[in-house]
Nanobody, 122 residues
Framework: QVQLVESGGGSVQAGDSLRLSCEGSGRAFSVYYVAWFRQAPGKEREFVAV????????YYADSVKGRFTISRDSGKNTVYLQLNSLKIEDTAIYYCAATRSLVTEVDRYANWGQGTQVTVFS
């Protein structure tokens, strides 16, 4: 089990950037795969990006590929999601989650943070 805390959300104009952080607790966090999901009002939670525990493997949803970048700093037990060229449709609560394998399905993740709101306006 790991505990996760997200931060970095906010309200920005379309085209702007944000960086989200997900800080994990415990030494075991360093061997977990960590993903970002998001959930817009009235919609299901959807996969955004995932990074391997060793940091070299990443995978993105098509909707964010080329605009978002996931990375991790093992020394700080933190995974980041850099959001560039934000669009109105990126508005959602962003959650980080951790598991033991590189998967994208919501129900494969047992460890979740509380979420951070990202709002993009025109």
């Amino acid at each position: 089990q790991v505990q996760l805390v997200e931060s970095g959300g906010g309200s920005v104009q379309a085209g702007d950037s944000l960086r989200l952080s997900c800080e994990g607790s415990g030494r075991a966090f360093s061997v977990y795969y960590v993903a970002w999901f998001r959930q817009a009002p009235g919609k299901e939670r959807e996969f955004v990006a995932v990074i391997s525990w060793y940091g070299s493997d990443t995978y993105y949803a098509d909707s964010v590929k080329g605009r978002f970048t996931i990375s991790r700093d093992s020394g700080k037990n933190t995974v980041y999601l850099q959001l560039n060229s934000l669009k109105i449709e990126d508005t959602a609560i962003y959650y980080c989650a951790a598991t033991r394998s590189l998967v994208t399905e919501v129900d494969r993740y047992a460890n979740w943070g509380q979420g951070t709101q990202v709002t993009v306006f025109s």
